[in-house]
């Protein structure tokens, strides 16, 4: 069986550096997805863990606000979707990772906003393959050799990060966090302990 949202017009995007194989968006229920359902419920999506980050919730709408309104002050054009964007990107940086990859006024966080903004409008532009199987094979707008080379960038961005907490840990030098890598990482050690 597979999952009712999976549609032809998707195929690409999805398929781009085998993103169908691991996110539980895009699999067919199975014990893969049901093990990934869980962890979901339970670890992310929790009364616990929603509570929990209900001030840092708040902390990005005040950012939000501050930003417009400094805007306001300067005269500045507000981008209201990029805003948004730079919002919801930062809230989940920081839900996932303890790490704000995403800031209204950094300029070290343009190049990961920007990265996030390329994949959305490669998903978002129209695929003429999608309705033309045969453009597939010559692929003549470039969009899954685009999506998967922007997905590759992302996966190394995330493995740095990865990298630095695990490095972070054997070293002992940062104070324990409580965010959603932490918890992952919890999981894999505890399958890693079970399996020796």
Request: proline content about 4%.
């Amino acid at each position: 069986m597979t999952n009712p949202i999976v549609t032809e017009q998707f195929q690409i995007p999805i398929k781009a550096g085998n993103h169908d194989k691991l996110s539980m968006s895009w699999l067919p229920v199975s014990t893969k997805w049901r093990k990934f359902r869980k962890i979901t419920a339970v670890k992310l999506l929790s009364t616990q863990s929603l509570d929990a980050s209900q001030a840092l919730r708040q902390a990005q709408v005040q950012q939000l606000l501050e930003y417009v309104q400094e805007c306001c002050k300067i005269g500045k054009p507000i981008d209201i979707g990029r805003a948004a964007f730079t919002t919801s990107l930062s809230l989940l940086s920081n839900t996932y990772f303890t790490k704000e990859l995403a800031h209204h006024s950094s300029s070290a966080s343009q190049e990961f906003k920007q990265l996030m903004w390329c994949i959305m409008e490669e998903i978002g532009r129209p695929n003429y393959a999608d309705y033309y199987p045969i453009l597939g094979y010559i692929d003549p707008f470039g969009i899954p050799r685009l999506l998967t080379s922007h997905f590759d960038e992302l996966i190394a961005v995330f493995q740095d990060i990865i990298r630095e907490r695990l490095t972070k840990e054997q070293s002992c030098t940062s104070a324990a966090t409580t965010d959603v890598l932490d918890s992952l990482l919890n999981l894999y050690k505890q399958k890693q302990l079970w399996m020796k």
